[in-house]
Each structure stands twice: as structure tokens, then as C-alpha cells.
């Protein structure tokens, strides 16, 4: 049930599905998210309107982007944030071509209690997926 957002600049024409469809298979490849629970706005930027180092993209002839995803605090390890953020930015690489090192993730972590969708939040969904446990002596 990610959200993810993902802006991004390149010279060369890429549709936004591929962005989005980039995106979610890697955070269900690397952070094992649901495709079927996973929203992604994929945001096209012109390059001459995203600066870095005071130069816009189109002078430094390079692309970026800039992907934030909004998961539940510890359903991912160290581990798989880190192989996220890094094949997120292969991919990207691939889709938009070469990226000017100053590209970011943001992999933003948030209770479970704070967060859902549906109207319901995502701890009430695992309450209600869990039975109470049996009470030994309980009758």
C-alpha cells in the first residue's frame, strides 16, 4: 500500500506509466510491497526548470529525479531500503538516461496508526487480520 511519487527530468521523451511502472516493481521487488496496494504519480519536469549547483539540468545535460514512497515503519529492513534506493536508481538510469549524481530517494517510514487507506488505517487492518490468541483456562 505504498504511495509513491517520483518527479523527474530527462532530455529525451519516457512515459509516465514506465515511471510508475518502474517504481512500483521495485518496491515490490526490494521492500516486498503489494503491486495491487501500490499508487505511484509519476510528475515530468522540464529540465531547464530543475536546478542543481545553481545550473539547470539542461546545462548539465544530465537527467534526475526525485522519488519519495511512504511505507509503514518496520515493514522493510535497513537492508531492503537499501537495495531499493539503489535499483530505484538503476532504473531510472535506464528510463531517463544518464543522472546527474544529485538524484534522491526518500524512503519515508510512518506508524501504522497514521497511515492507510480506504478510510481505514493500516493498524486497524492488521488488527482485524489477526484472531485473538486462545486464554489457557478461558471457557
Known amino acids: 500500500m505504498p504511495i509513491i511519487t517520483v ?5 529525451h521523451e519516457v512515459r509516465p506509466e514506465d515511471v510508475a511502472s518502474a517504481a512500483s516493481a521495485a518496491s515490490t521487488s526490494f521492500l516486498r510491497k503489494r503491486a495491487d496496494l501500490t499508487a505511484v504519480i509519476a ?3 522540464d529540465q531547464s526548470r530543475w536546478f542543481i549547483a545553481g545550473k539547470s539540468l539542461a546545462e548539465h545535460a544530465l537527467a534526475s529525479f526525485w522519488l519519495e514512497i ?4 518496520g515493514t522493510s529492513t ?3 531500503r537499501e537495495r531499493f534506493i539503489t535499483g530505484i ?3 531510472m538510469g535506464q528510463l531517463l538516461g544518464p543522472l546527474h549524481h544529485e538524484s534522491y530517494v526518500h524512503v519515508h517510514e510512518v506508524r501504522a496508526d497514521a497511515y492507510g487507506f480506504g478510510g481505514r488505517t493500516q493498524e486497524r487492518r492488521f488488527i482485524e487480520a489477526r484472531p485473538l490468541p486462545a486464554v489457557p483456562g478461558a471457557g
Open 89 to 91: 536508481f538503476e532504473a
Open 70 to 73: 511512504r511505507i509503514v515503519e
Open 7 to 11: 518527479r523527474y527530468a530527462t532530455s
Open 43 to 45: 510528475e515530468p519536469v
Open 78 to 80: 535497513k537492508e531492503e
